[in-house]
């Protein structure tokens, strides 16, 4: 697949850019929350060498048409989160994993981070299914993806790419456009 260009959205509050290496201790802070880890496959305890992995992996799975990670800001473009677009087929579908900041959860952030994702992925990627896969626990995360006009399948799934002992209970959302 072409390389992904790593787009700047914004609805005027909420803003997705491409990650920086000045975002790295934001996401070495934000990462020792405990509920990031539990949903995530984030390691814990995260470590400045973690975050610069994970920079490195994004530049290069974005520069395969593979995967884009994306950081999100408020008006202070200080990073309070990510979104990322992965899973891509080539086929016009694609999914979007996110996470908060603690101090920035419940506060519609994250919805309006995925809704810039997703209508981006629509219209410049062509995609025409995104799904969410969220753990059936984590109530939190599956209100981001309704409130993002996903629609719950009743379907469970199972993710390999997550840890061992947390890769079953993904209830699958979904946007079709």
Request: glycine share 10%; net charge negative; aromatic share 6%.
């Amino acid at each position: 697949m072409p390389a992904l260009v790593t787009p700047t959205l914004t609805d005027g509050e909420v803003t997705v850019r491409a990650l920086r290496e000045s975002d790295i201790p934001a996401i070495v802070a934000a990462c020792q929350d405990p509920e990031i880890p539990r949903w995530t496959r984030v390691p814990s305890p995260y470590t400045r060498e973690d975050a610069k992995r994970f920079l490195a992996s994004a530049a290069t799975e974005a520069a395969a048409g593979e995967a884009l990670a994306l950081a999100v800001t408020g008006d202070d473009d200080r990073l309070i989160g990510t979104v990322g677009l992965m899973e891509l087929d080539g086929g016009g579908s694609g999914e979007i994993g996110y996470w908060t900041a603690a101090e920035a959860r419940g506060r519609g952030i994250t919805t309006r981070a995925v809704v810039l994702v997703r209508d981006w992925a629509h219209e410049a990627l062509g995609l025409t299914t995104i799904e969410i896969l969220s753990h059936r626990d984590n109530r939190p995360s599956q209100l981001v993806a309704e409130r993002a006009g996903f629609v719950d399948t009743g379907e469970s799934r199972t993710i390999k790419r997550m840890p061992l002992g947390r890769q079953e209970g993904y209830k699958r959302f979904v946007w079709n456009s």
